[in-house]
């Protein structure tokens, strides 16, 4: 009976695994055999998408490079994906809200995946969860290959793994997820690679091609010394770097905008001027003739006419951006921008657009940065600012109802309703992180109160009466369209990006 049991087991085993179909590497799951493949692999990375997500999109091929490596190198890590529009049960389950979503599961346990979305970002983000820290490097031979398995590797030189000093470097390699590490003990592999006592070797396949550290074995140290090497001294911006460049430690990023064809002197002074720069400020080129970057274009308010030109933005929780004093993008113009930069000698560009001859003649008034204060701070007067972004489909979609309120209150001379370009215009005082944002600026207060109650004609006019008490904590409706869903995760986007 026992061995009947085991067998009828073994055959239902069977019979799930056979049920799981396959896509390019990846497991396709449903509601029907989720739960069986999960509890059949120890490690499991499963992808939540929508089939019209244009981010799903660009992540599927890389996602299933990844799958097919994994499967070629016989490794017990699988991947697998859900429609999350057709298996509602599952993303609700675990609490999808947004496309994609990508949750690692340990021994059947989930966990937020927090790596990059290119296949050898994916791998080595999941190497790194399941088995050591760093790669046990044994021979010469062992050591070259791992320096060519990625265009970046770190390894650790430590006669001595108990040691302080390999510790402190472990304790880094567990941390960051998508750069190999390998550490050695061999002195072979010491004599090879020109390493006389212990220490940390960054090697990169361009510019120097390695980096020794120098100073104290310790965490803080090892990781600015990896996080100032690992990103070539210029690098393009392309959705393959967005999240090398974006997920980095280095905050301070200075732009080149100019056509890529043609323009290799420019590019090559931005790069000898970015040499004086290394691991304070990130130099980034942008090719204007390339489509996708336009969005990011705009967001610096920047027109072809002005092309080539150069920007500086600091990716702190508000983001603040920086323009040159002087014209021209040539060696010199570049580092004495990054310089002011770094010397506090430069005030944050704030944009605006012209003010209107009639932005105030009809019901809902037009601000730009230019006129903004004088009329959102005005003491005398509740002035109501929608902050929209023209894309925006959740914009588009409030739009009329905005209209409306403005035509309710035109002829109350105490409230003002008004609107304002917030990717053409720019105040220092209020910061916008999604659209549409909605602000009651309070007659006789400098206190700006944030709206994120229903957005509909009487929300807003209960809001008002209140003078701004009902509504201003209440949870925002969410909107189901998905179409516009994707309209607003390409604002996120782009507005996360720079």
Known sequence: MIYFAFFALAVIARISAADVDEEDGVLVLTKSNFESVIADNDFVLVEFYAPWCGHCKALAPEYSKAALKLKEEGSNIKLGKVDATVESDLAEKFQVRGYPTLKFFRNGNPSEYAGGRQSADIINWLKKKTGPPATELKGTDAASAFKEKQDVVVIGFFKDQESDGAKEFLKVASALDDIPFGITSDSEVFADNKVDSDGVVLFKK?????????????????????????????????????????????????????????????????????????????????????????????????????????????????????????????????????????????????????????????????????????????????????????????????????????????????????????????????????????????????????????????????????????????????????????????????????
């Open 206 to 498: 361009f510019d120097e091609g390695r980096n020794d550290f120098e100073g104290e074995l310790k965490d803080d140290a090892i990781r600015s010394f990896i996080a100032g090497n690992r990103l070539p001294l210029v690098i393009e911006f392309t959705q393959e770097s967005a999240q090398k460049i974006f997920g980095g430690e280095i905050k301070n990023h200075i732009l080149l905008f100019l056509k890529k064809e043609g323009s290799e002197d420019v590019i090559n002074g931005f790069g000898q001027a970015a040499k004086d720069f290394k691991g304070k400020i990130l130099f980034i080129y942008l090719d204007t003739a390339n489509e996708d970057n336009g969005r990011i274009m705009e967001f610096f308010g920047l027109k072809e006419s002005e092309v080539p030109a150069l920007r500086l933005i600091t990716l702190a929780e508000d983001m603040t951006k920086f323009r040159p004093t002087e014209a021209g993008v040539d060696e010199n113009t570049v580092r004495k921008f990054a310089q002011d930069f770094l010397d506090g000698k430069l005030k944050p560009h704030l944009m605006s657009e012209e003010i209107a001859d009639d932005w105030d003649k009809k019901p809902v008034k037009v601000l730009v940065g230019k006129n903004f204060k004088e009329v959102a701070f005005n003491k005398d007067k509740a002035v109501f600012v929608e902050f929209y972004a023209p894309w925006c489909g959740h914009c588009k979609q409030l739009a009329p109802i905005w209209d409306e309120l403005g035509e309710a209150y035109k002829d109350n001379d105490k409230i003002v309703i008004a609107k304002m370009d917030a990717t053409a215009n720019e105040v220092e005082d209020v910061k916008i992180q999604s659209f549409p944002t909605l602000k009651y600026f309070p007659a006789g207060s400098d206190k700006i109160v944030e709206y994120n109650g229903e957005r509909t004609l009487a929300g807003f006019k209960k809001f008002l009466d209140s003078d701004g008490q009902d509504g201003a904590s209440a949870g925002a409706a969410e909107e189901e369209d998905e179409e516009e869903e994707e309209d607003a995760e390409d604002g996120d986007q782009a507005r996360d990006e720079l």
